[in-house]
């Protein structure tokens, strides 16, 4: 292709947008709503997600190892021979572990430490004096925090088989719980997408076919006198293209000035709320939600444009 | 010798011995079923100016549909310019048309662009340098009589003068083949006169000019060369002949 006939392309797929004003604006528009609702859609479910996995990231499981004392003073020690492990035993089951790809993090938690968290929380500063020795001598923790609490049983399973372990604490409920929600957003953000995107094509396409058809007669005039399909068709999807874009690039502004408004009430109004539900920063949404849409615009317009255009390519 | 001076040598011979123009007895059926072309033989030589007239349904619009290639035979053999029509593949079709420039009854301008714009428009199709369009075009213009109305919007034009525009933009790629399909259905006696005389004068510059038309004054007047059809056969084929009615 020549440069003058790679320039007048790109002329005409601009001159095109001014020339069907109302078309171009209607298709924008279709374009901009789709999107809108996608990035809407895209919003709420990120932050949605973004809070279950910083809930996850708080659920933990706690393990327990035999020791000569039993759990509480002797009340129950149920150990045999060889299963209390010494201090270098435990700093490498710490390491087993941390080695683990289930696992986040591991933290030790001594016998002081955690009688001294526990006697606080529940009697305070006074409680040294009714208790002279601790009850919990003995008693060496791990707080292990998982990347995905839906592998909670496996590790489970394999912290039981240790010898050394007496116990494990985990909340099978929560586990479960957390990993349901998280599959059910996944199939919910996947089909309420696929039924977006779907409905976007259609009415692009459709939009674009009445655009193209009012122009068919200049389609035709062009096969007429020789002009190659590629030459025919290269304007229009430029136009579909940059339409596709304005039609992204107008609802990303709004949902940007959208978005922040209202970060900016929920932190004033609902301070409470904010301690707790974690919201993603615009950077953070808009860093993949932009390149998202402005691709998505520009694929529908190119998709709808070239489609529709082949129709009238046979004259 | 190369395999595309070859090919090129061989249409000329064609053309030479054929003529730039040939059917050999042609059938074109549509799938409701009746031919709308039913064993056509039709030679036209290079620079002849040929009528094609018949009432409707006699085939005409076929016959001008298949030389442009926008239809193919059922059977026979079609040739334009030493191309065989059957055998040309579908990205070959727009190098093939720039043989051929093509006027319509209604003209089919582009509404929305100037005078200048619509004649540019089928030079720029064909990739011309910008350099050349600028030349061509005012060139051509003031050929049809519209020099002083390269501006204006074609709606602001009258019928004969949006025909001249059609005209333009037809011969400003230098076609060989002239075809108009009924250039003077929509305009008054004096624009066809006008009309006609333009491609009188295009004829004599060595374009070979096929006219389908119905106005039989026309064609009694000019004593051209006269193909009449009728259901799809032709009944008569006479130099300086006249129009025929079907009783």
């Not at chain 2, 064993?39 to 298949?66: M, N, P, W």
Request: with cysteine.
């Amino acid at each position: 292709m020549k440069i003058s006939t790679l320039f007048y392309t790109i002329r005409q797929g601009f001159a095109n947008i001014f020339r069907n004003k109302w078309y171009s604006l209607i298709s924008i528009a279709t374009i901009s709503v789709c999107l809108f609702l996608f990035g809407l859609f895209y919003a709420i479910v990120t932050n949605f997600q973004s809070m279950v996995m910083k809930a996850e990231e708080g659920v933990s499981v706690t393990v327990f190892f035999h020791s000569e004392e039993g759990p509480i003073g002797d009340l129950c020690a149920s150990h045999t021979e060889g299963q209390v492990p010494t201090d270098e035993r435990i700093e490498e089951i710490g390491q087993m572990i941390a080695a683990r790809v289930e696992v986040s993090e591991v933290r030790f938690i001594s016998d002081d430490k955690l009688w001294d968290d526990f006697a606080s929380n529940y009697y305070g500063e006074y409680y040294a004096a009714g208790f002279p020795e601790n009850p919990l001598a003995g008693d060496n923790i791990y707080e292990v925090y998982l990347n995905d609490v839906s592998m909670q049983g496996a590790l489970v399973n394999w912290l039981n088989s240790i010898p050394e372990v007496r116990q494990v604490n985990h909340s099978e409920l929560t586990a479960d719980t957390l990993s349901g929600v998280n599959l059910l957003i996944a199939y919910v953000s996947l089909g309420i997408i696929i039924v977006l995107l779907a409905v976007s094509v259609f009415l692009i396409g459709n939009t674009i076919a009445v655009g193209i058809s009012v122009r068919s007669a200049e389609i035709n005039i062009m096969k007429y006198i020789g002009a190659t399909d590629f030459f025919v068709r290269a304007p229009f999807v430029l136009e579909g293209m940059l339409i596709g874009l304005l039609g992204a690039a107008v609802p990303l502004t709004l949902l940007y000035s959208l978005y922040n408004q209202a970060l900016a009430y929920i932190g004033e109004r609902f301070e409470v709320l904010s301690s707790f539900m974690n919201f993603l920063s615009v950077d953070e949404l808009f860093g993949v939600l932009a390149p998202a849409s402005l691709l998505l615009g520009v694929g529908i317009g190119f998709l709808g444009s070239i489609t529709t255009v082949r129709k009238h390519l046979h004259v | 010798m190369g395999k595309k001076e070859l090919l090129r040598k061989r249409r000329e011979k064609l053309i030479e011995e054929k003529g730039v123009i040939y059917l050999d007895n042609v059938r074109k059926v549509y799938s409701t079923g009746s031919p709308a072309l039913n064993g056509i033989t039709l030679g036209i030589g290079k620079g002849e100016f040929v009528f094609i007239v018949g009432d409707s349904g006699s085939g005409k619009s076929t016959l001008i549909k298949l030389l442009l290639r926008e239809l193919t035979a059922t059977s026979g053999e079609v040739y334009v310019m030493g191309s065989d029509l059957a055998k040309l593949k579908h990205r070959q079709v727009p190098r093939f048309r720039r043989n051929l420039g093509v006027v319509f009854q209604d003209f089919r301008l582009l509404n929305d662009r100037n005078v200048y714009e619509n004649v540019a428009f089928a030079q720029r199709i064909v990739e011309t340098p910008a350099m050349e369009i600028r030349r061509n075009v005012p060139a051509i213009l003031a050929t049809v009589g519209l020099a002083g109305k390269y501006k204006a919007k074609t709606k602001e034009l009258s019928g004969g003068e949006q025909q001249r525009v059609a005209l333009a933009r037809a011969l400003v790629n230098k076609p060989s083949i002239l075809l108009a399909d009924e250039p003077t259905g929509n305009l008054d006696p004096k624009n066809s006169w006008e009309i006609m005389g333009l491609l009188e004068e295009i004829n004599e510059s060595g374009t070979t000019v096929v006219v389908v038309t119905h106005n039989r004054e026309i064609v009694n007047a000019m004593h051209k060369r006269v193909i009449t059809m009728r259901k799809g056969v032709i009944v008569s084929d006479e130099e300086g002949g006249e129009y025929i009615d079907e009783d």
